[in-house]
């Protein structure tokens, strides 16, 4: 009797190999990305969420928002409002997902403020409800502070909330793109929350989007945040935008036409331009950072924690990265929409890049699935050649994957379009960087503090 193709291949096989009865294909080899999961929790699990309680809702129209278009994206999140059984879910898979010891809640939009001050209460009695031992659970709300009140300050006092307050610079810069509805300026009201947090006690960051009609003003910016908002702890955040972002998802680009490094349509402003109008032009965004590093360096290091500073500083002292642009590898930071769908991030929130529902697989397991795995290793594992060979490889991993819309001279895909900038930063600023973290090292024993 002939042998069947079953019988060779057992025959050539350990007898463990294939179980007896009809033939059954072996299970793929795991590999890396399936590590995560398979774990479980028998490992630790630290991943951080970007909730958005009332989606794209927001009651400014700032001409730069990426966020504000997903109302209209087809087949993206749409309109609507957190429900209280999709609010439970997510607290309670949140706090049960992460195995590490803090749990922290950042609560974003659109203007999340929309919700209003009963939601949050909700969000605070959930918390306690669901709290674990030995987790302590944060809290932090991004705003642009034009709803803020007593009652809202009193509340976010009381509650130990974190507030990251939007705000780009002095009135001229500020009103240019942050504006109402209606289009009228808002840097009175906002300008107003960060005295009223202050009156109130309560924690807040500024957070300064850098675009095309700001970048040029950095020192006036860094004065202006320091001396008279009293920030003391800046967030920088570049605006890059493809053009059509609107519709398009970040890889999703067609790469032969993409511009190359150095090209004029790789810049803001040109007819055919890759980027919108608004975006920052990438030499301005060097020039940004080096004048504010050099400020900052003057007489503030210890008392003004720049995001991007800080970030490099720890990274000269063998820290990980402090902000997911800069890390090796990304995917630990995914978004939650008001209709508990998960997304792989919150500048990835498209039709390509859903990962599911709370409502039909819990949060932990979403955030480790292998997608979302792979996602997170494509950061490093696309990089041109350019950028493995560049000196400033680990100080910047080729910042954001959202970016990446230019080729190398070479033709190569996937050049961050800011590339140019951030290799003049880094020259800059990297023999003082050098020094600071030389001077860190020498206080052992002493706790390692924040810049």
């Given at each position: 009797m002939p042998t069947t193709l079953a019988q060779n291949?057992?025959?050539?096989?350990?007898?463990?190999?294939?179980?007896a009865g009809p033939l059954m294909i072996p299970p793929a080899v795991p590999d890396k990305y399936d590590v995560?999961?398979?774990?479980?929790?028998?490992?630790?699990?630290?991943?951080?969420?970007?909730?958005?309680?009332?989606?794209?809702?927001?009651?400014?129209?700032?001409?730069?928002?990426?966020?504000l278009s997903k109302e209209t994206l087809p087949h993206g999140p749409a309109t609507g409002r957190m429900s209280d059984?999709?609010?439970?879910?997510?607290?309670?898979?949140?706090?049960?997902?992460?195995?590490?010891?803090?749990?922290?809640?950042?609560?974003?939009?659109?203007?999340?403020?929309?919700?209003?001050?009963?939601?949050?209460?909700?969000?605070?009695?959930?918390?306690?409800?669901?709290?674990?031992?030995?987790?302590?659970?944060?809290?932090?709300?991004?705003?642009?502070?034009?709803?803020?009140?007593?009652?809202?300050?009193?509340?976010?006092?009381?509650?130990?909330?974190?507030?990251?307050?939007?705000?780009?610079?002095?009135?001229?810069?500020?009103?240019?793109?942050?504006?109402?509805?209606?289009?009228?300026p808002t840097f009175d009201q906002v300008f107003g929350a960060a005295k009223l947090l202050q009156r109130h006690?309560?924690?807040?960051?500024?957070?300064?989007?850098?675009?095309?009609?700001?970048?040029?003003h950095p020192v006036d910016i860094y004065r202006f945040l320091r001396d008279e908002v009293g920030s003391t702890y800046m967030q920088f955040i570049p605006i890059v935008e493809y053009r059509g972002f609107e519709r398009?998802?970040?890889?999703?680009?067609?790469?032969a036409a993409l511009p190359k490094d150095g090209a004029p349509e790789a810049r803001p402003g040109h007819p055919h331009s890759i980027v919108t109008d608004w975006s920052v032009d990438p030499d301005d965004w060097g020039y940004f950072l080096t004048r504010v590093f050099d400020r900052w360096v003057s007489r503030d290091v210890g008392k003004v924690l720049v995001n991007h500073f800080e970030t490099l500083v720890a990274q000269h002292l063998g820290l990980p990265s402090q902000l997911c642009i800069y890390g090796e590898i990304c995917g630990k930071g995914v978004a939650v929409e008001h209709d508990g769908s998960v997304y792989a991030c919150?500048?990835?929130?498209?039709?390509e890049y859903r990962l599911g529902r709370i409502q039909d697989r819990p949060l932990g397991e979403l955030a480790f699935t292998r997608d979302q795995v792979k996602?997170?290793?494509a950061k490093n594992e696309t990089l041109p050649s350019d950028c493995r060979q560049c000196a400033y490889l680990r100080d910047c991993w080729g910042e954001c994957p959202k970016n990446?819309?230019?080729?190398?001279?070479?033709?190569?895909?996937?050049?961050?379009?800011?590339?140019?900038?951030?290799?003049?930063?880094?020259?800059?600023?990297?023999?003082?960087?050098?020094?600071?973290?030389?001077?860190?090292?020498?206080?052992?024993g002493q706790p390692r503090r924040r810049l």
């Open positions: 291949l057992r025959s050539a096989a350990p007898a463990a190999a294939f179980p995560p999961s398979l774990l479980g929790n028998k490992a630790r699990r630290r991943f951080h969420v970007m909730a958005k309680p009332a989606g794209a809702a927001c009651n400014l129209d700032c001409k730069y928002c990426f966020y059984e999709t609010l439970e879910r997510y607290i309670q898979q949140y706090i049960q997902g992460v195995t590490g010891d803090e749990v922290v809640f950042s609560w974003q939009g659109g203007e999340s403020t929309l919700m209003g001050l009963d939601f949050f209460r909700k969000v605070v009695a959930l918390e306690k409800k669901y709290a674990q031992p030995g987790q302590r659970i944060e809290n932090d709300l991004q705003t642009n502070g034009t709803l803020l009140d007593d009652e809202w300050c009193a509340f976010l006092k009381q509650n130990r909330f974190l507030v990251g307050l939007s705000i780009d610079g002095p009135r001229a810069l500020h009103d240019e793109y942050r504006v109402t509805k209606g289009g009228r006690g309560v924690p807040f960051n500024t957070l300064t989007c850098v675009h095309r009609g700001n970048a040029r398009t998802a970040p890889q999703c680009w067609d790469n919150d500048h990835y929130v498209y039709p996602f997170g290793y990446r819309i230019i080729r190398t001279a070479n033709g190569e895909p996937g050049l961050n379009y800011l590339c140019r900038g951030l290799k003049t930063f880094f020259a800059h600023a990297l023999p003082e960087v050098e020094r600071i973290a030389a001077r860190l090292r020498q206080e052992p």
